[in-house]
RNA sequence: GGAGAGAUGGCCGAGUGGUCGAAGGCAACCGAUUGCUAAUCGGUUGAGGGGUAAAAAGCCCCUCCCAGGGUUCGAAUCCCUGUCUCUCCGCCA
């Protein structure tokens, strides 16, 4: 989070930055409540201080045996004047803590107004029949179930069945291979729900509270991605200079309650409650990430190259970005079935956001400095499932099985 | 779920009511010295906030010894609650 000195200087900048990213703040009020608050903790300091000098007194008096009532009646006073200063003071610092909760992570300067095409279109495929939707083919298939899906949970749920639960669990082996094996990453199996504070150390809250499910009892939430406890897992740490970067990777169940986003593009398997996804995050000197979000990039096409799927790469405009992300690009995976492009992978560097909130630090000269987070998914597997679907598909409605894919379903085709 | 032990600065660790923001060690930084990347000696080194100052330095002050309450003139130290870690018992994948 944001220091209040900081926040102090750079009004303006933080303003503009909130309102580009769509949240109106009350930066004036801010600035009131700042200035309340100075003027309180000036008082509050002052009596303190009163306090702490009469009651060194009182101690000197009564080891010599003299006697302190006087002072001791005049402490009470104090006291009495004081405690609803200090509460008041207390309130307002909350007050102001919750203001800066609320304020996003800057923004890259090669972050434009417009969304901007990184990579054109790639892989489109031509047929010489017109492709079914994933819907209609994993249904005549008998390999993806929404009707079932609803039964057990409820709607926007989905429910894979036969092949089609083992090519959803052949693509997260596949792509946990990719990762642990030709990029290095260290697998991680986190636990999916979290605690509050690490969903406020990513920057999950306070924004996206509505779109998160919480376990009534304790108050856990089920992660909205693996994002969260990854980057969670070096929350306070001071670092040595040599131990990064890290690279950490994970599968997890990602769950949304995807509020208000009910009527756009919600049918199938396009928007649904709970997905898989693997994900990788990087720990790195603030120097290097933007060397590093490249790099993500590159690594998160590797799964879409070895698919060999149609797809693009968009690099988000300001108001697309995400409260904590500095920039984003997204690949998108074309699905010529219900013939759209659909995000499969969000690629981020958060920089020193989520670091500061979540405190962690290397050793620098001098001191300590927050570290560079970024995170990419590598990558979501409904979407995925989708394009691979739709595009893989015969004239007969079959499905084939790209290459890489059939040592882990042990399998060629479906159908 | 029950019983007990613990949580202190970058790290280790002392501290059971005042002069403790905290001994000591390590690490780091600065300097000195030694004919060589080591050794020795001296010094410095937590964070946040308020004030003063054009700003920086400096100076003054407040708060922080897991978190939140409480007792007390005064709490790192005593009491209560919570969180986490460890040990034992129970229960259960």
Redesign the pocket.
């Known amino acids: 989070m944001y220091?209040?000195?900081?926040v102090?200087e750079h009004i303006e900048e933080l303003k503009e930055v909130s309102e580009k990213k769509g949240l109106s703040l009350d930066f004036q009020g801010f600035r009131k409540l700042?200035k309340e608050?100075?003027?309180l903790?000036?008082e509050?300091?002052?009596f303190?201080?009163e306090?702490?000098?009469?009651?060194?007194k009182?101690?000197e008096l009564?080891?010599e045996g003299k006697d302190?009532s006087s002072l001791?009646s005049e402490?009470?006073d104090l006291?009495k004047g004081v405690t609803k200063k200090e509460k008041e003071l207390?309130e307002i610092q909350k007050k102001v803590n919750d203001f800066i909760s609320w304020i996003p992570n800057r923004v890259h300067p090669s972050v434009n107004s417009e969304p901007t095409v990184i990579k054109e279109p790639t892989g489109i495929k031509k047929f010489s029949f017109t492709p079914i939707d994933h819907i209609n083919l994993g249904k005549s298939l008998g390999i993806l179930d929404f009707q079932l899906a609803s039964t057990v949970a409820g709607s926007h749920f989905a429910l894979y069945k036969g092949k089609g639960a083992i090519l959803e669990r052949a693509l997260i082996n596949f792509m946990l291979d990719l990762h642990t094996k030709r990029h290095g990453y260290t697998e991680i199996f986190p636990p999916f729900l979290v605690n509050e504070y690490s969903m406020f150390t990513t920057g999950q809250l306070p924004k996206m509270r509505d779109d998160m499910y919480i376990t009534k009892r304790d108050g856990l939430f089920l992660n909205p991605t693996a994002e969260v406890p990854l980057t969670n897992i070096l929350a306070n740490k001071?670092l040595e200079k040599e131990e990064i970067p890290i690279k950490y990777c994970a599968y997890s169940a990602c769950f949304r309650r995807e509020a208000g986003s009910y009527g756009k593009e919600t049918k199938g398997l396009l928007r649904i409650h709970q997905f898989n996804k693997v994900e990788l995050v990087n720990f790195v000197h603030p120097e290097e990430s933007y060397n590093t979000l490249e790099h993500l990039l590159k690594e998160a096409l590797v799964v879409i190259e070895l698919l060999d799927l149609p797809h693009r790469v968009i690099q988000l405009s300001i108001n697309e970005l995400s409260f904590a992300s500095a920039k984003t690009y997204d690949i998108e995976v074309y699905a010529p079935g219900v013939d759209k492009w659909l995000e499969v992978s969000s690629i981020s560097n958060f920089e020193d956001f989520q670091a500061r909130r979540a405190g962690i630090r290397i050793?620098e000269?001098?001191?300590?400095i927050h570290i560079h987070t970024l995170n990419a998914s590598g990558v979501a597997t409904p979407r995925l499932l989708v394009s691979l679907m739709e595009n893989y598909q015969t004239d007969k409605g079959e499905i084939i099985i790209p290459d890489p894919l059939i040592p882990y379903t042990d399998f060629e085709k479906i159908g």
């Open positions: 220091n209040i000195r900081f102090e700042n608050r100075k003027s903790k000036g509050v300091d002052e303190r201080r306090k702490n000098k009469k009651g060194q009182v101690g009564k080891r302190a001791l402490l009470e006291k207390k001071i050793k000269k001098g001191g300590t």
